[in-house]
Nanobody, 115 residues
Framework: VQLVESGGGLVQPGGSLRLSCLASGFTFSDYVMSWYRQAPGKERELVAVLSSTGGSSYYASFVKGRFTISRDNAKNTVYLQMNNLNSEDTARYLC?????????WGQGTQVTVSS
């Protein structure tokens, strides 16, 4: 099983990034996919969740209206489009796949928002 995130980097405040998470080793379309983030010295926090079919989503209040989670089950990939980034969005972003009792994590991709 692998979850490999990509798309992170350094971006200026107000900028955008699109993160990707490529999954392998399990039936991607059966799993709920989520993005979490963790900043240095802080607890890991949930950013967004997307149902297995993509028909239902949830967003943390701090990203509503700025981030969009989506998935392409044919490509075994989940995305996180991040717009209007600010310094508080600086963190390592991790991909999670869950279908109880199984849960898988990626290694994450770093997002740094700075001028």
């Amino acid at each position: 099983v692998q979850l490999v995130e990509s798309g992170g980097g350094l971006v200026q405040p107000g900028g955008s990034l699109r993160l990707s998470c490529l999954a392998s080793g399990f039936t991607f379309s059966d799993y709920v996919m989520s993005w979490y983030r963790q900043a240095p010295g802080k607890e890991r926090e949930l950013v967004a969740v997307l149902s297995s079919t993509g028909g239902s989503s949830y967003y943390a209040s701090f990203v509503k209206g700025r981030f969009t989670i989506s998935r392409d089950n044919a490509k075994n990939t989940v995305y996180l489009q991040m717009n209007n980034l600010n310094s508080e969005d600086t963190a390592r972003y991790l991909c999670n796949a869950e279908r109880r009792p199984n849960a898988y994590w990626g290694q994450g991709t770093q997002v740094t928002v700075s001028s």
